[in-house]
């Protein structure tokens, strides 16, 4: 059974730091993986998806990186800013299954 | 365009009651997916639509769960006798056919909560 596992649970930076959250997953054999941004109260935002082909990719301050083989995701955000606040949440859709498992997210707090 | 649109956005309801929610994707979107967000288990997966295949129905908690997709496109989702362990925020999604961007867009979700 699929684990996606994020790491911090919780972070806080100022204004202008780069950052990078993690999310690995145990079973190698993903379609794809998807990076999701939810703020309190609301539904979730995709971000970005990587497909299992692929390496990296990038939307403008967001860079994802996909490393199938260790099982690791980072998303790099570059220059945070307060209303890039929200949880992040990483989601793997396994090979022959349509469904998507998530990890438990990354709450991120940018302190202006 | 219009986003994945969900009903009620608000649901309270008494232990052993049933409950309905509702769900209208995105026009053109044939994959539709349910979610439960609930505190002490994060996000689930629970079933799964696309076209005129069989459902994926292996998320699904108990048998009071069910869930159905009239004409390709609204989706219900029904609670039958429900639990406090309902409560949760219930999430639609939706996609393109298999093979295009599998990108799932998300709706803003019904928050239910058993007294």
């Not at chain 1, 684990?3 to 806080?12: F, G, H, K």
């Not at chain 2, 505190?39 to 639509?49: A, K, M, N, R």
């Not at chain 2, 093979?99 to 979700?109: C, E, K, L, N, V």
Request: include cysteine; charged fraction near 20%; proline fraction near 5%.
């Amino acid at each position: 059974k699929q684990e996606v596992t994020q790491i911090p649970a919780a972070l806080s930076v100022p204004e202008g730091e780069n950052l990078v959250l993690n999310c690995s997953f145990t079973d190698s054999a993903i379609y794809n993986l998807q990076w999701f941004r939810q703020d309190p109260g609301k539904g979730l935002t995709s971000l970005l998806l990587i497909q299992s082909s692929q390496r990296e990719q990038t939307s403008g301050r967001l860079n994802a990186s996909l490393d199938k083989s260790s099982g690791r995701s980072t998303l790099y955000i570059a220059a945070s800013q307060p209303g890039d606040s929200a949880t992040y949440l990483c989601a793997v859709m396994d090979t022959g299954r349509r469904a998507l498992t998530f990890g438990s997210g990354t709450r991120l707090q940018v302190q202006p | 365009g219009a986003g994945v649109s969900q009903s009620p956005s608000n649901k309270v309801t008494e232990k052993g009651k049933d409950v309905e929610l509702r769900c209208d994707p995105i026009s053109g979107h044939t994959a539709l997916y349910w979610y439960r967000q609930s505190l002490g288990q994060g996000l689930e997966f629970l079933i799964y639509f696309q076209g005129n295949s069989a459902p994926d129905k292996s998320g699904l908690p108990s048998d009071r769960f069910s869930a159905e997709r009239t004409g390709g496109s609204v989706s219900t989702l029904t609670i039958q006798r429900t639990q406090q362990e309902d409560s949760a925020v219930y999430l639609c999604a939706s996609s393109l056919p298999s093979g295009s961007t599998d990108t799932q867009y998300f709706g803003p979700g019904t928050r239910l909560t058993v007294l």
